[in-house]
């Protein structure tokens, strides 16, 4: 069973910057192939923010680029760098780990359950 663990979330002041993680574990050896960091804010949809492959190409939404930054460990573990937060980036934020365990012939997506993100004054 694979389990994604976000974490860093909290209440963080307009212009403030917070670091999330996300760490990826399971019952058997497994590849990551891809990182992706996903937000739902309130009342909206979920929509995509930043992704990271094993090779650590990274892409990000337009709204996000320059503020934002996706990275990866070798300890199964990703990071989303959060700068220059506004009240508009307050979110749930999720975390999506595209990977094949060892016992599987196929990867598949996997999600964390998430990390509150607020910014307000």
């Known amino acids: 069973q694979v389990h994604l663990v976000e974490s860093g979330g909290g209440l963080v002041q307009p212009g403030g910057s917070l670091r999330l993680s996300c760490t990826a574990s399971?019952?058997?050896?497994?590849?990551?192939?891809?990182w992706a960091w996903y937000r739902q804010a309130p009342g909206k949809e979920r929509e995509w923010v930043a992704r990271i492959t094993a090779g650590g190409i990274t892409d990000y939404a337009a709204q996000m680029k320059d503020r934002f930054t996706v990275s990866s460990d070798d300890s199964n573990t990703a990071y989303l760098q959060m700068d220059d937060l506004n009240p508009e980036d307050t979110a749930v934020y999720y975390c999506s780990g595209n990977l094949r365990l060892v016992t599987e012939l196929y990867s598949k997506d996997y999600w964390g359950k998430g990390t509150l993100v607020t910014v307000s004054s």
């Open positions: 399971a019952g058997s050896l497994f590849s990551m192939n891809s």
